[in-house]
């Protein structure tokens, strides 16, 4: 944390469902699905914005709708929503990337390959799309499905029906071409066939939860419908669904410039909840994380970013030297909760905020886009300095190594090593970290020693 006289006003909330201007589409939380050979490999709500893809066989390329010259909107896609399910729900995929048409074909989820005879197809709300995965723009609710084989198959099939059901009474579900609605018999769900009009009779002994799909031979298998069947004399999805969802996050890293340019970071989340109830939303609260100094040391009070939702990310922008903790709640259709804290991330400082890190004569500022805030600034004379007051129990210098780049002389506290920043490294690079020092003030001092050049991007005071 940077140690402030005056502390500004606190951060600022980009939620993913805020209004966005007119040539950037809204971020959405699109149902996303993906269907393997013999299996489903991910189902459930994703929230999603344009974003670069990087697979091993087509490398990395914008996708957000930008890709389609006709319709040059940034926003959120399906290939994108792959992309991020693949993240969330922990599996790996590949494409393949065409300059043709400036889109990836997906080739690979999961163990599922495509051969000279079956391939990875699309739906989006049940439709094949007239426009790539990078291309078309997703909203709320949209239903994105990534089926294997899809070319050699008459439908995708939908199931719906009730989300709860009695022991020993008979509950109907019905099973429909998702494109157009027409019923579809000889499916079967929970060991039974549906009939001409697509309904299938379903009776449960015991209670518990049922997690139920369609399946023909001729045609991509359903969507989950969970049926919670419980006794008479309880209330829904309460008899046998006693464990909350497994909830796992996921952070740019310990720094936000591990990943990102910016001081608006990505904050994402997933419950898995296969064997209860469904997830019913999620929650989520920030904090500032605090050291030594300050209020008693204490930790700021959790203040609530998101309630009830059925999103699984958002955007957070933070103040430049501080740290945020967050608190992420998912709960389940029978009210069973699981709470998750997340490690700290750190918001690095850089030349933009010039009345925390003060630099001497001989440094300019450079345009880089891959750098943290998009610029870094360089010293080509010794003697150029730059002084930084902090508060935490270390810091972290964040650079790149030149191919003939100079040397730096860090102090921190009174105490000095020599850098060589000579060498080959990417933008937004760790280039030293300090030893952990007791909680409290720091005072760092930096100086450019030889006549080469020397580049930095930003500092990261840590918590």
Same mark, same amino acid.
């Given at each position: ?13 980009? *939620? ?12 959405? &939380? ?5 269907? !393997? ?20 066989? =087509? ?20 290939? !994108? ?7 969330? /729900?922990? @599996? ?30 699309? @739906? ?6 007239? +426009? ?6 997703? $909203? ?12 050699? +198959?008459?439908?995708?099939? +939908?199931?719906? =029906? ?15 071409? /998702? ?6 018999? =000889?499916?079967? *769900?929970?060991?039974?066939? &549906? ?8 009776? @449960? %002994? ?6 139920? $799909?369609?399946?023909? %031979? ?13 006794? %008479? ?11 909350? %969802? ?18 608006? @970071? ?22 500032? *994380? ?110 790149? +190594? ?20 000579? !060498?080959?490294? !990417? ?37």
């Amino acid at each position: 944390m940077i140690d402030r006289t005056r502390r500004t006003a606190p951060v600022a909330l980009l *939620v993913l469902l805020a209004c966005a201007p007119a040539a950037l589409a809204a971020p959405a &939380t699109p149902i996303v699905r993906v269907e !393997g050979a013999t299996q489903t490999i991910f189902e459930g709500a994703v929230t999603t914005d344009g974003h670069p893809v990087t697979t091993a066989s =087509g490398g990395t390329h914008p996708c957000d709708g930008t890709n389609d010259a006709d319709d040059p909107v940034f926003g959120p896609t399906p290939t !994108g929503a792959l992309d991020d399910a693949a993240r969330l /729900g922990g @599996f790996t995929w590949d494409a393949d990337w065409f300059d043709s048409f400036q889109d990836f074909l997906v080739k690979r989820v999961a163990q599922d390959s495509a051969t000279t005879t079956q391939f990875w197809g699309l @739906f989006v709300n049940y439709a094949s799309p007239s +426009k790539g995965g990078c291309q078309l723009l997703l $909203k709320d609710g949209d239903e994105v499905l990534y089926a294997f084989d899809a070319f050699s +198959k008459a439908h995708a099939l +939908k199931l719906t =029906g009730p989300g709860a059901a009695l022991t020993g009474a008979p509950v109907n579900v019905r099973v429909t071409a /998702g494109g157009d609605g027409s019923p579809q018999a =000889g499916a079967t *769900v929970g060991g039974a066939a &549906t009939g001409s009009d697509g309904v299938a009779t379903l009776t @449960f %002994p015991d209670r518990g939860i049922y997690r139920l $799909k369609a399946e023909r %031979p001729d045609s991509v298998r359903s969507n989950a419908l969970v049926l919670c069947v419980d006794p %008479p004399d309880a209330e829904p999805c309460t008899s046998s669904d006693a464990a909350g %969802p497994r909830l796992s996050w996921t952070l740019p890293g310990r720094l936000a410039s591990e990943r990102g340019r910016s001081r608006t @970071f990505l904050v994402s989340w997933l419950g898995d909840d296969q064997a209860g109830s469904g997830v019913a939303y999620y929650s989520v609260e920030a904090r500032e *994380v605090a050291d030594g100094a300050g209020s008693g040391g204490a930790p700021s009070e959790w203040r609530t970013l998101l309630g009830r939702a059925p999103v699984t990310a958002l955007h957070y922008r933070g103040e430049a030297g501080d740290a945020y903790q967050f608190r992420i709640t998912a709960a389940d259709r029978a009210a069973n909760r699981t709470t998750v804290e997340t490690d700290p991330v750190v918001v690095p400082v850089d030349d933009r905020s010039r009345r925390l890190w003060r630099f001497s004569r001989g440094w300019r500022r450079v345009r880089a886009e891959q750098a943290w805030g998009r610029t870094v600034i360089r010293a080509s004379r010794a003697g150029a300095t730059a002084r930084l007051r902090f508060r935490g129990t270390g810091v972290a210098l964040i650079g790149r +190594k030149l191919r003939r780049g100079g040397r730096l002389r860090v102090t921190l506290d009174g105490r000095s090593r020599v850098l060589r920043l000579r !060498g080959r490294s !990417g933008h937004r690079s760790i280039l030293w970290t300090s030893r952990a020092r007791q909680p409290g003030t720091h005072s760092l001092r930096i100086r450019a020693l030889a006549r080469r050049t020397v580049e930095l991007d930003a500092v990261a005071p840590l918590p």
